[in-house]
């Protein structure tokens, strides 16, 4: 036997060897190739679905959004009808217009005073839930979250009796006590649908800030108590900090749904007169897609509005971001 055979391992001593080592044995190309294709059997299912309800419509709404309809015989009342491209002429026509301008300028308003408030309610009502001296927290944990099973349409419906003169138990009690009041009026409207949107999503929040809290762990309090912090000290100094991914979560859920507000005043809109169909953007691009005919403008409108969620969402997301670095 010479003596490079000497010098040369045996395969078990190589194997020995690469675990004294830590070295992995090198996978076979077909378990590889095995392993991409199985990875991929689960991804490809969600990115159908991800193409289909979330690629497709915006490119749709983009195209749409780039276009016009050209109708041909006396003053356009032909029966043959073309789409051409139109640029971007449909969002010239959408900024142009005062009413789609006016609707967003009120819900920034709306937002800018009830998301705020959603957001200090839901707050208290969870630590509140969580404390230790809480009685009853799955009877309220359960009423609270009531308001959002209700669908947004019924919600308003139910409020709307509550709202109307003649039949309203809080008109009539307001009355008794010499106070006029109109839920229904144009300097109130606005905010009784800030009701019925606080009542309906309070809930909701509520639970989000919960399920954070569950993760606190419980050593963090004990610590704090032994420590001799009081109740608001520890919701103050440990909960909230601790929270806060949960509390930007939910503010950024209410500014996309702020933007999107429509069940509401389309429900409340035959009762009330000061409700028209440019009282909200997502009214607006709604009422000229089909009370209008005019889906191109619609889609613009549609498209500007995905625009100002993402930018003020994006927004809120870079400021909070900055402000915990500068803590940090």
Same mark, same amino acid.
């Given at each position: ?10 395969? @078990? @001593?190589? %194997? ?31 990115? @159908? ?19 016009? $309809? ?43 005073? %009830? ?72 300097? $109130? ?10 009542? %309906?999503? $309070? ?31 520890? @919701? ?14 939910? $503010? ?77």
């Amino acid at each position: 036997m010479s003596r490079d055979t000497l010098s040369r391992p045996e395969p @078990a @001593a190589r %194997q020995r060897a690469g675990k004294a080592t830590g070295s992995r044995p090198r996978r076979a190309p077909r378990t590889e190739a095995r392993n991409a294709r199985v990875a991929a059997g689960f991804v490809l299912p969600f990115l @159908a679905l991800f193409g289909l309800c979330f690629i497709a419509p915006i490119g749709y709404a983009l195209h749409q959004s780039l276009k016009k $309809t050209e109708r041909t015989g006396p003053l356009g009342l032909g029966g043959r009808e073309q789409e051409v491209f139109a640029g971007l002429a449909n969002y010239a026509h959408a900024l142009a217009d005062d009413r789609f301008l006016t609707g967003f300028g009120r819900v920034l308003l709306f937002g800018a005073v %009830q998301i705020p408030l959603m957001i200090v309610l839901a707050t208290a009502l969870a630590l509140l839930l969580e404390s230790a001296s809480a009685r009853g927290v799955a009877f309220f944990r359960s009423a609270f979250f009531l308001p959002y099973g209700v669908p947004g349409v019924i919600a308003s419906i139910l409020w709307g009796f509550l709202y109307v003169p003649g039949i309203s138990p809080l008109v009539k009690i307001a009355d008794s006590v010499g106070w006029d009041v109109d839920f229904l009026s144009r300097g $109130t409207v606005l905010w009784s649908l800030a009701n019925i949107v606080t009542w %309906q999503f $309070t809930g909701y929040n509520m639970l989000v800030l919960i399920a954070q809290l569950k993760a606190v762990p419980g050593e963090l309090y004990e610590a704090a108590r032994i420590d001799g912090a009081s109740a608001w000290q520890v @919701a103050r100094h440990i909960k909230l900090p601790l929270i806060r991914p949960a509390l930007v979560l939910t $503010t950024v859920f209410s500014i996309i749904g702020t933007l999107q507000l429509f069940a509401e005043p389309m429900v409340l809109r035959p009762l009330a007169s000061s409700i028209d169909s440019g009282f909200t953007p997502n009214l607006h691009a709604y009422s000229e897609a089909f009370v209008g005919n005019n889906q191109h403008v619609a889609a613009a409108e549609a498209v500007l509005l995905a625009l100002v969620a993402c930018v003020l969402s994006f927004g809120f997301l870079r400021l909070v971001g900055g402000r915990a670095k500068e803590r940090g």
